[in-house]
């Protein structure tokens, strides 16, 4: 029998044997395989092939990361190639000839600069040369070289003066003759600040940006990685490595080593109008229109970290500050009006305190600003220049300003302002220029102010023409119509209380009377164009005509009496008015008037010319049909008082220059360069001179000038 606990022989398969071969055979082939030399190069081969990959891609990493480079460096070459702009130089022409002259005051300065042992001030007049005690050198005009005579700053410069215009770009000067640049790839509009930095000419532009000039390109300087462009500045200075640029509207901008960095109100600036910096080891003050703050110089680091705390801390809050200087120990400050005070920077600044300072200020000064140069203390204006020695202002517990007037700045021979709203001849050969703003000169032939007339009622002119009748002056004001005799007194006054729909009246009118009225009765039509209509008739009885009687606006800008018409110029259309009604309405829906804004009226003959704001002149032909001249002479803007003839030629005032309609010939003159401004506003003349009225002074130009130029 079988028992169980007694172990069995095993028995294998027939295979068994050749299985163990078999794994003996496999496991002895391994380990001969391990000391193979031909497997010992195949690893070879695959550590040098592994490192040929790591060598490969180390060198492909170093190849993008040069092409990377490659790559930003050509995009910083065409960023540099794009910053660099485009001008234009040209040699300014000189007006040499006799029959030419300008007319302007220099009150009202804007810079001054030390150039070739002179002092040049950059004025609304021009450009004005003072030696170093203030007697008057030379005063350089339109007809010098100057492309405008609204200067706005200056800096020296590569051994030239350099002045910012209003509206004509750059202008360099060499002492003898001027030369202008223009970026054709923008508008500047006005070059507001001027600064010499090392080797370059900072220039502060409205719309152009922060231009940087070497003396051979001009390059426009950014600010930030999106590249920014600053616009609106109005300041420039630097102080050891930071450069500030102070903005309109934008607050302090600072440079320190490329490095930019931005402060506004919210950065604890009282206003992000900027006036100007002044800074010493520890501070920088920050004067605004709106008061002084200051902030530790070690905060305003592009590194310093941005805290939720302002940087700066308000000193004192002074409404219309408009000016700061520094000298040894004290910082001076002024306001538009000239108002002065003082701040001792000695002191720690949560105990700084602002006291006013006076000076013999005059009652009307504005645009005041303060400027340091030289050992003493600037004060520019728009009524003169003034300045103070430094040391004088250093003296101890000084509490008033020793200003004296520089040159002869103050000299009551000149225009009260330049800006020219109304031009006209009285009996005697006087000249009479109103403005918007100061009143009325009286002048010579020669340009002499004869007499200033202003007052609470006698600012704003609008118009004025001679009152044939009683040998004066008829004035068209925002008070009324004012009437002068011939000693230059008012004698009259009309307001609405005399019937006059409106005391703002645009433009006046007169005929001569009635012939068949007796000598001592006899009474002349004035018609006045007023905000709400016509008021026509004699003095006591005046009647008036307005949309609801036919005209097609009561807003009036001109008007002419021939005869028995009143003819009309509205801001919707020009208006015929014959025995007290309008008989007929030109408007661009039922005639050729492209622009139904009417500004000027003038009679030649039995030819009406029409001049409109934006839609250039037309004609009223003898059949009644307005013609256009813009073809021929383009869409000006003709402004009102601007259109004036001697009986050969039309002149028209516009925005750009003067067009000149020779009436024989009947071809159109453009002139621009001979004027102080392009913004002619007023026209009137004699039998020798056409005298044209800009926003820069007055232009005698003799008509024999013309029969040259034509």
Request: net charge positive.
């Amino acid at each position: 029998m079988n028992n169980p606990r007694i172990r069995r022989p095993t028995v294998r398969p027939a295979n068994a044997d050749m299985l163990l071969r078999s794994t003996a055979k496999n496991f002895t082939t391994r380990i001969r395989a391990r000391f193979n030399p031909a497997f010992v190069f195949n690893r070879k081969s695959l550590v040098v092939l592994t490192i040929a990959i790591l060598f490969a891609s180390s060198t492909a990493l170093w190849r993008i990361r040069n092409q990377a480079e490659r790559q930003l460096e050509a995009e910083r070459a065409l960023l540099e190639r794009q910053n660099v702009l485009p001008f234009e130089k040209q040699l300014r022409s000189v007006f040499a000839s006799k029959e030419l002259t300008v007319w302007q005051g220099y009150r009202n300065s804007r810079a001054v600069a030390r150039f070739k042992d002179s002092y040049f001030v950059a004025t609304d007049g021009g450009l004005v040369e003072f030696d170093v005690s203030g007697t008057l050198l030379r005063h350089y005009t339109v007809l010098d070289g100057l492309p405008e005579s609204d200067l706005l700053s200056l800096a020296s410069f590569n051994s030239k003066l350099f002045v910012g215009t209003r509206s004509q770009g750059l202008v360099a000067f060499d002492g003898e003759r001027f030369e202008s640049y223009r970026w054709t790839d923008r508008k500047a509009q006005a070059i507001t600040a001027l600064l010499e930095d090392s080797g370059r000419l900072l220039i502060g532009t409205n719309a152009g940006g922060l231009i940087g000039f070497d003396g051979q390109q001009f390059k426009e300087i950014k600010v930030g990685t999106d590249h920014q462009r600053l616009l609106e500045i109005n300041y420039l200075s630097r102080s050891g490595s930071s450069l500030f640029v102070g903005t309109f509207a934008d607050g302090l901008w600072l440079e320190e080593g490329a490095r930019w960095s931005h402060f506004t109100s919210a950065d604890g600036l009282l206003s992000n109008r900027v006036v100007g910096v002044v800074t010493n080891r520890e501070s920088v003050f920050v004067a605004s229109d709106y008061g002084l703050a200051v902030a530790p110089t070690s905060s305003l680091s592009a590194e310093t970290e941005p805290t939720a705390a302002k940087r700066f801390h308000a000193i004192a809050t002074l409404p219309s500050l408009s000016g700061i200087v520094q000298s040894t120990s004290n910082i001076f400050l002024c306001k538009d009006n000239g108002e002065s005070f003082s701040l001792a920077t000695d002191a720690d600044l949560s105990r700084l305190r602002v006291n006013p300072i006076r000076w013999n200020r005059p009652i009307e000064t504005s645009g005041s600003h303060l400027l340091a140069l030289g050992q003493d203390v600037w004060l520019l204006s728009n009524q003169a220049i003034y300045r103070a020695p430094i040391e004088a202002i250093e003296t101890p517990g000084a509490s008033a300003l020793p200003f004296t007037a520089f040159g002869n700045t103050l000299n009551a021979q000149l225009l009260k302002t330049n800006l020219t709203s109304a031009l006209t001849l009285d009996t005697q050969g006087r000249i009479w220029a109103g403005s918007f703003r100061n009143g009325i000169d009286v002048l010579t032939v020669d340009g002499k102010q004869l007499a200033h007339i202003e007052s609470d009622s006698v600012r704003e002119i609008n118009f004025l023409v001679s009152d044939s009748g009683a040998k004066g002056m008829l004035a068209a004001t925002s008070q009324g119509l004012l009437r002068f005799n011939e000693d230059l007194r008012g004698t009259d006054r009309w307001s609405t209380a005399d019937g006059l729909l409106s005391n703002s009246v645009l433009q006046v009118s007169q005929s001569p009377a009635a012939p068949e009225e007796k000598a001592q009765s006899r009474k002349s039509v004035i018609a006045c164009a007023t905000s709400k209509g016509l008021s026509v008739g004699v003095p006591g009885k005046l009647r008036g005509l307005t949309t609801v009687q036919g005209l097609p606006s009561n807003s009036l800008y001109t008007l002419l009496i021939q005869g028995r018409k009143i003819y009309v110029g509205t801001l919707a259309g020009l208006a015929v008015v014959e025995d007290g009604r309008v008989t007929r309405v030109f408007k661009d829906t039922n005639s050729k008037l492209t622009h139904n804004w009417i500004t000027a009226l003038t009679m030649v003959g039995s030819r009406l010319f029409v001049g409109t704001y934006g839609g250039g002149i037309f004609e009223l032909t003898a059949a009644g049909e307005l013609q256009s001249f813009s073809a021929a002479a383009g869409r000006s803007v003709v402004n009102p008082n601007a259109m004036w003839t001697d009986g050969e030629r039309l002149y028209a005032g516009t925005l750009d220059g003067v067009l000149i309609f020779d009436l024989r010939s009947q071809k159109w003159t453009h002139v621009t360069e001979e004027l102080p401004s392009r913004t002619v506003l007023s026209i009137t003349g004699d039998e020798q001179y056409v005298y044209f009225g800009t926003t820069s002074g007055i232009a005698r130009i003799a008509r024999s000038y013309w029969n040259q130029t034509t």
